[in-house]
């Protein structure tokens, strides 16, 4: 069985950080890719950011400039770290990860249980 677990919401201010990781667990051949969606209430989620195995990277508009993403392939954890949070930024992140896992010849798609993220004075 593949886990997904996350860490680091919280409350914060306006303009403060912080630091996401999610640490994925179980039998694993590889990673395809792994990243970070999000869901604020009475919204759909959408994807945040995500990092390739070949180390490309992607992000909402919304975030970019604001938010990086890396990995540690050693210990299967991707972070993301939130800076100059805003009020908008309050939602669910949900971890998100496509892996390559024994029994399937093709990446499957895990989910995190998610964390949430409070910006607000």
């Known amino acids: 069985q593949v886990q997904l677990v996350e860490s680091g919401g919280g409350l914060v201010q306006p303009g403060g950080s912080l630091r996401l990781s999610c640490a994925a667990s179980g039998s694993i051949f590889s990673i395809n890719a792994m990243g970070w969606y999000r869901q604020a209430p009475g919204k759909e989620r959408e994807l945040v950011a995500i990092?390739?195995?070949?180390?490309?990277?992607d992000f909402a508009d919304s975030v970019k400039g604001r938010f990086t993403i890396s990995r540690d392939n050693a210990k299967n954890t991707v972070y993301l770290q939130m800076d100059s949070l805003k009020p908008e930024d309050t939602a669910v992140y949900y971890c998100h990860a496509n892996l390559l896992v024994p029994g399937y010849y093709r990446g499957m798609v895990y989910w995190g249980e998610g964390t949430l993220v409070t910006v607000s004075s």
């Open positions: 990092i390739t195995s070949g180390g490309s990277t």
